[in-house]
Protein backbone atom coordinates (compact mmCIF):
# COMPACT_ATOMS: atom_id res chain seq x y z
CA UNK A 1 0.00 0.00 0.00
CA UNK A 2 1.10 3.69 -0.71
CA UNK A 3 1.13 6.98 1.16
CA UNK A 4 -1.89 7.81 -1.36
CA UNK A 5 -4.10 5.25 -0.96
CA UNK A 6 -3.42 5.33 3.38
CA UNK A 7 -4.93 9.20 2.67
CA UNK A 8 -7.64 7.70 0.28
CA UNK A 9 -8.62 5.21 2.98
CA UNK A 10 -8.22 7.89 6.18
CA UNK A 11 -10.62 10.21 3.71
CA UNK A 12 -13.03 7.87 3.04
CA UNK A 13 -13.07 7.06 6.91
CA UNK A 14 -13.57 10.48 8.00
CA UNK A 15 -16.38 10.90 5.51
CA UNK A 16 -18.31 7.61 7.45
CA UNK A 17 -17.55 9.28 10.79
CA UNK A 18 -19.04 12.90 9.40
CA UNK A 19 -22.44 10.94 8.50
CA UNK A 20 -23.06 10.61 12.31
CA UNK A 21 -20.60 13.61 14.10
CA UNK A 22 -21.03 16.74 13.54
CA UNK A 23 -17.42 18.88 13.86
CA UNK A 24 -14.88 17.30 16.03
CA UNK A 25 -12.93 16.86 12.77
CA UNK A 26 -9.55 17.32 14.33
CA UNK A 27 -10.56 14.31 17.14
CA UNK A 28 -11.14 12.20 14.14
CA UNK A 29 -7.67 12.41 12.42
CA UNK A 30 -6.09 12.52 16.10
CA UNK A 31 -7.54 8.85 16.19
CA UNK A 32 -6.78 8.45 12.67
CA UNK A 33 -3.26 8.94 13.45
CA UNK A 34 -3.33 6.58 16.45
CA UNK A 35 -4.86 3.85 14.48
CA UNK A 36 -1.96 3.62 11.83
CA UNK A 37 0.60 4.40 14.56
CA UNK A 38 -0.46 1.46 16.44
CA UNK A 39 -1.36 3.40 19.55
CA UNK A 40 -4.31 4.37 22.21
CA UNK A 41 -5.90 7.28 22.25
CA UNK A 42 -7.61 8.89 25.23
CA UNK A 43 -10.27 11.47 24.87
CA UNK A 44 -10.91 13.99 27.30
CA UNK A 45 -14.30 16.18 27.54
CA UNK A 46 -17.13 16.91 29.59
CA UNK A 47 -20.65 14.94 29.01
CA UNK A 48 -22.86 15.80 25.69
CA UNK A 49 -19.43 16.29 23.40
CA UNK A 50 -20.09 12.85 21.32
CA UNK A 51 -17.19 11.54 22.29
CA UNK A 52 -18.84 7.82 22.87
CA UNK A 53 -20.38 8.64 19.22
CA UNK A 54 -17.12 9.26 17.74
CA UNK A 55 -15.45 5.95 18.87
CA UNK A 56 -18.47 3.80 17.98
CA UNK A 57 -18.74 5.22 14.08
CA UNK A 58 -15.09 5.20 14.35
CA UNK A 59 -14.79 1.63 15.09
CA UNK A 60 -17.65 0.92 12.56
CA UNK A 61 -15.96 3.13 9.67
CA UNK A 62 -13.17 1.14 10.23
CA UNK A 63 -14.59 -2.31 9.90
CA UNK A 64 -12.25 -3.57 13.15
CA UNK A 65 -14.31 -6.05 15.92
CA UNK A 66 -15.78 -3.82 18.44
CA UNK A 67 -16.06 -4.05 22.12
CA UNK A 68 -17.48 -1.67 24.72
CA UNK A 69 -17.17 -0.99 28.46
CA UNK A 70 -18.49 1.49 30.62
CA UNK A 71 -16.88 1.92 33.62
CA UNK A 72 -18.38 2.11 36.66
CA UNK A 73 -16.98 2.37 40.72
CA UNK A 74 -17.93 -1.21 41.04
CA UNK A 75 -16.37 -2.28 38.16
CA UNK A 76 -14.06 -5.64 38.87
CA UNK A 77 -10.76 -6.65 36.71
CA UNK A 78 -12.06 -9.76 36.29
CA UNK A 79 -15.22 -8.05 34.02
CA UNK A 80 -13.09 -7.32 31.74
CA UNK A 81 -10.23 -9.55 31.21
CA UNK A 82 -12.17 -12.68 32.08
CA UNK A 83 -11.95 -15.75 34.36
CA UNK A 84 -11.71 -19.45 34.61
CA UNK A 85 -15.01 -20.37 35.70
CA UNK A 86 -15.45 -23.56 37.56
CA UNK A 87 -18.23 -25.65 35.75
CA UNK A 88 -19.72 -28.08 38.32
CA UNK A 89 -21.59 -30.31 35.74
CA UNK A 90 -18.05 -31.28 33.90
CA UNK A 91 -15.86 -30.56 36.74
CA UNK A 92 -13.55 -28.68 35.31
CA UNK A 93 -12.41 -25.17 34.66
CA UNK A 94 -13.13 -23.09 31.49
CA UNK A 95 -12.09 -20.08 30.18
CA UNK A 96 -14.77 -16.77 29.93
CA UNK A 97 -13.42 -14.29 28.33
CA UNK A 98 -14.04 -10.68 28.77
CA UNK A 99 -15.27 -7.58 26.37
CA UNK A 100 -11.23 -6.89 26.36
CA UNK A 101 -10.80 -9.52 23.70
CA UNK A 102 -11.61 -7.62 20.36
CA UNK A 103 -9.77 -5.27 17.73
CA UNK A 104 -10.83 -1.50 18.60
CA UNK A 105 -12.32 -1.62 22.52
CA UNK A 106 -13.62 1.77 23.74
CA UNK A 107 -13.15 2.33 27.44
CA UNK A 108 -15.98 4.52 28.41
CA UNK A 109 -15.82 6.90 31.16
CA UNK A 110 -12.34 5.02 32.42
CA UNK A 111 -11.62 7.48 35.22
CA UNK A 112 -14.89 6.66 36.97
CA UNK A 113 -13.80 3.12 38.11
CA UNK A 114 -10.62 2.56 41.01
CA UNK A 115 -7.00 2.12 39.40
CA UNK A 116 -7.27 -1.01 40.79
CA UNK A 117 -9.75 -2.10 38.00
CA UNK A 118 -7.39 0.30 35.56
CA UNK A 119 -4.69 -1.44 35.79
CA UNK A 120 -6.34 -4.36 34.09
CA UNK A 121 -5.50 -2.41 31.11
CA UNK A 122 -1.74 -2.16 31.36
CA UNK A 123 -0.27 -5.11 30.13
CA UNK A 124 -3.17 -5.49 27.55
CA UNK A 125 -2.18 -1.80 26.04
CA UNK A 126 1.22 -2.45 26.01
CA UNK A 127 2.08 -6.15 25.16
CA UNK A 128 -1.29 -6.69 23.42
CA UNK A 129 -1.68 -10.28 25.73
CA UNK A 130 -4.05 -10.39 29.11
CA UNK A 131 -2.66 -12.94 31.46
CA UNK A 132 -5.47 -14.93 33.00
CA UNK A 133 -4.63 -17.28 35.81
CA UNK A 134 -0.80 -17.63 34.99
CA UNK A 135 -1.82 -18.37 30.99
CA UNK A 136 -0.55 -15.36 28.89
CA UNK A 137 -3.70 -15.26 26.01
CA UNK A 138 -2.63 -12.99 22.90
CA UNK A 139 -5.44 -10.04 21.51
CA UNK A 140 -4.81 -9.07 18.05
CA UNK A 141 -1.96 -6.93 16.58
CA UNK A 142 -4.98 -4.34 15.65
CA UNK A 143 -6.11 -3.92 19.44
CA UNK A 144 -6.78 -0.80 20.37
CA UNK A 145 -8.22 1.02 23.07
CA UNK A 146 -10.10 4.27 22.68
CA UNK A 147 -10.78 5.70 26.14
CA UNK A 148 -12.87 8.63 27.68
CA UNK A 149 -12.69 10.34 30.08
CA UNK A 150 -14.45 13.21 31.95
CA UNK A 151 -12.38 16.56 33.12
CA UNK A 152 -10.73 15.48 36.76
CA UNK A 153 -12.68 18.56 38.19
CA UNK A 154 -16.24 16.68 37.85
CA UNK A 155 -17.74 14.67 40.71
CA UNK A 156 -16.60 10.81 41.23
CA UNK A 157 -13.91 10.11 38.97
CA UNK A 158 -10.86 8.80 39.86
CA UNK A 159 -6.96 10.33 38.12
CA UNK A 160 -5.40 7.93 35.87
CA UNK A 161 -2.19 6.21 37.50
CA UNK A 162 1.03 7.99 35.34
CA UNK A 163 1.76 3.78 34.34
CA UNK A 164 -2.00 4.16 32.75
CA UNK A 165 -1.12 7.69 31.31
CA UNK A 166 1.58 6.70 29.53
CA UNK A 167 0.12 3.90 27.67
CA UNK A 168 -1.95 5.92 25.41
CA UNK A 169 -0.26 7.69 22.46
CA UNK A 170 -2.53 10.99 22.55
CA UNK A 171 -4.54 12.35 25.19
CA UNK A 172 -7.17 14.84 23.50
CA UNK A 173 -9.02 17.13 24.35
CA UNK A 174 -12.56 17.50 23.04
CA UNK A 175 -14.02 21.06 22.51
CA UNK A 176 -17.32 22.28 22.61
CA UNK A 177 -18.63 22.82 18.62
CA UNK A 178 -18.43 26.30 17.59
CA UNK A 179 -21.80 28.14 16.87
CA UNK A 180 -22.68 26.78 13.79
CA UNK A 181 -21.93 23.13 14.18
CA UNK A 182 -24.28 23.56 17.27
CA UNK A 183 -26.54 24.79 15.60
CA UNK A 184 -26.29 21.84 13.14
CA UNK A 185 -26.38 19.54 15.54
CA UNK A 186 -29.93 21.02 17.30
CA UNK A 187 -31.21 21.05 13.89
CA UNK A 188 -29.84 17.07 12.98
CA UNK A 189 -30.57 15.77 16.86
CA UNK A 190 -33.10 17.39 18.07
CA UNK A 191 -36.24 15.79 17.23
CA UNK A 192 -34.76 12.46 17.94
CA UNK A 193 -36.05 10.31 20.58
CA UNK A 194 -33.76 8.04 20.96
CA UNK A 195 -30.26 7.83 20.41
CA UNK A 196 -29.50 6.42 16.44
CA UNK A 197 -26.69 3.68 16.12
CA UNK A 198 -23.59 4.24 13.19
CA UNK A 199 -25.52 2.21 11.10
CA UNK A 200 -28.63 3.64 11.40
CA UNK A 201 -26.42 7.27 10.37
CA UNK A 202 -25.73 5.46 7.56
CA UNK A 203 -22.00 4.92 8.87
CA UNK A 204 -20.55 2.16 6.14
CA UNK A 205 -17.66 -0.03 6.70
CA UNK A 206 -13.97 1.16 5.02
CA UNK A 207 -11.60 -0.98 5.91
CA UNK A 208 -10.82 -4.13 7.67
CA UNK A 209 -7.82 -5.71 9.73
CA UNK A 210 -5.71 -6.32 6.41
CA UNK A 211 -6.26 -3.18 5.32
CA UNK A 212 -5.41 -1.20 8.35
CA UNK A 213 -2.58 -3.83 8.48
CA UNK A 214 -1.41 -2.59 5.58
CA UNK A 215 -1.81 0.86 6.46
CA UNK A 216 0.38 0.03 9.19
CA UNK A 217 2.97 -1.40 6.99
CA UNK A 218 2.84 1.96 4.44
CA UNK A 219 2.94 4.18 7.51
CA UNK A 220 6.90 2.73 8.50
CA UNK A 221 8.43 3.39 5.38
CA UNK A 222 7.80 6.90 5.54
CA UNK A 223 11.07 8.90 5.68
CA UNK A 224 12.12 10.86 8.74
CA UNK A 225 15.36 12.72 7.50
CA UNK A 226 17.68 13.70 10.62
CA UNK A 227 17.13 17.45 10.99
CA UNK A 228 13.88 16.13 11.91
CA UNK A 229 14.92 13.54 14.23
CA UNK A 230 17.10 15.96 16.07
CA UNK A 231 14.18 18.60 16.31
CA UNK A 232 12.33 15.33 18.20
CA UNK A 233 15.26 15.00 20.39
CA UNK A 234 15.43 18.44 21.23
CA UNK A 235 11.43 18.93 22.00
CA UNK A 236 11.68 15.84 24.07
CA UNK A 237 14.60 16.47 26.20
CA UNK A 238 13.34 20.24 26.50
CA UNK A 239 10.78 18.82 28.48
CA UNK A 240 13.57 17.71 31.29
CA UNK A 241 15.05 20.85 32.05
CA UNK A 242 12.07 23.52 32.51
CA UNK A 243 11.65 24.79 36.33
CA UNK A 244 7.71 24.37 36.06
CA UNK A 245 7.81 20.65 35.73
CA UNK A 246 8.67 17.89 38.27
CA UNK A 247 9.47 15.81 35.55
CA UNK A 248 10.06 15.66 31.77
CA UNK A 249 9.09 12.76 29.11
CA UNK A 250 10.86 9.26 28.87
CA UNK A 251 12.88 8.99 25.45
CA UNK A 252 9.95 6.24 25.01
CA UNK A 253 7.75 9.43 24.17
CA UNK A 254 10.55 10.76 21.46
CA UNK A 255 10.43 7.11 19.47
CA UNK A 256 6.16 7.41 19.65
CA UNK A 257 6.21 10.77 18.79
CA UNK A 258 8.49 9.87 15.55
CA UNK A 259 6.08 6.96 14.84
CA UNK A 260 2.96 9.17 15.21
CA UNK A 261 4.36 12.13 12.56
CA UNK A 262 4.92 9.02 10.23
CA UNK A 263 1.02 8.47 10.10
CA UNK A 264 -0.24 12.06 9.94
CA UNK A 265 2.69 12.26 7.05
CA UNK A 266 0.98 9.15 5.23
CA UNK A 267 -2.71 10.60 6.45
CA UNK A 268 -1.79 13.50 4.29
CA UNK A 269 -0.19 11.21 1.30
CA UNK A 270 2.97 12.28 1.73
CA UNK A 271 6.18 10.02 2.30
CA UNK A 272 8.29 11.84 4.29
CA UNK A 273 7.76 14.06 7.66
CA UNK A 274 7.87 17.45 8.49
CA UNK A 275 8.38 19.48 11.19
CA UNK A 276 4.76 20.74 11.46
CA UNK A 277 4.03 16.92 11.65
CA UNK A 278 5.41 17.29 14.71
CA UNK A 279 4.80 20.37 16.02
CA UNK A 280 1.11 19.66 15.60
CA UNK A 281 1.11 16.07 17.42
CA UNK A 282 3.49 17.41 20.24
CA UNK A 283 0.76 18.80 22.85
CA UNK A 284 -1.56 15.86 22.33
CA UNK A 285 1.50 13.57 23.01
CA UNK A 286 3.11 15.22 26.17
CA UNK A 287 -0.05 16.88 28.11
CA UNK A 288 -0.17 13.60 29.71
CA UNK A 289 3.42 12.75 30.21
CA UNK A 290 4.32 15.80 31.86
CA UNK A 291 4.28 16.69 35.50
CA UNK A 292 3.72 19.84 36.63
CA UNK A 293 6.06 21.24 40.00
CA UNK A 294 4.51 22.32 43.18
CA UNK A 295 5.37 26.21 42.97
CA UNK A 296 3.84 26.10 39.37
CA UNK A 297 -0.04 24.21 40.49
CA UNK A 298 0.43 27.20 43.59
CA UNK A 299 1.17 29.76 40.75
CA UNK A 300 -2.08 28.61 38.87
CA UNK A 301 0.01 27.50 35.77
CA UNK A 302 -1.85 24.65 33.46
CA UNK A 303 0.24 21.81 31.84
CA UNK A 304 -0.82 23.10 28.24
CA UNK A 305 0.96 26.72 28.56
CA UNK A 306 3.84 25.08 29.37
CA UNK A 307 3.84 22.54 26.49
CA UNK A 308 2.89 25.31 24.57
CA UNK A 309 6.20 27.08 26.01
CA UNK A 310 8.46 24.27 24.92
CA UNK A 311 6.84 24.19 21.75
CA UNK A 312 7.54 27.86 21.25
CA UNK A 313 11.16 27.86 22.90
CA UNK A 314 12.64 24.56 20.54
CA UNK A 315 13.48 26.16 17.09
CA UNK A 316 12.04 23.62 14.09
CA UNK A 317 14.52 23.10 11.09
CA UNK A 318 13.70 24.61 7.81
Known sequence: MTVEVVKALADAIRDEVGKAVVGQEATVEMMLVALFAGGHILLEGP???AKTLIANSFAHAVG?????????PDLMPGDIIGANLFNFQTSTFSLTRGPIFTDLLLADEINRTPPKTQAALLEAMQERTVTIDGE???LGDRFMVVATQNPIEQQGVYPLPEAQLDRFLFKHNVDYPSAEEERKIIATHGGRQAVMSPEEWGVAKR??????GEAVAAVASVKLVDDVIDYIASLIRGTRNVADLESGAS?????????AARARAAIDG???????????LAPALLRHRLILSPAA????????DVVASIIETIEAPR
Do not use: H
Open 270 to 280: RDFVIPDDVKT
Open 47 to 49: PGT
Open 207 to 212: ADAASI
Open 297 to 304: EIDGRVIE
Open 136 to 138: SLP
Open 64 to 72: LKFGRIQFT
Open 251 to 259: PRAGAMLAG
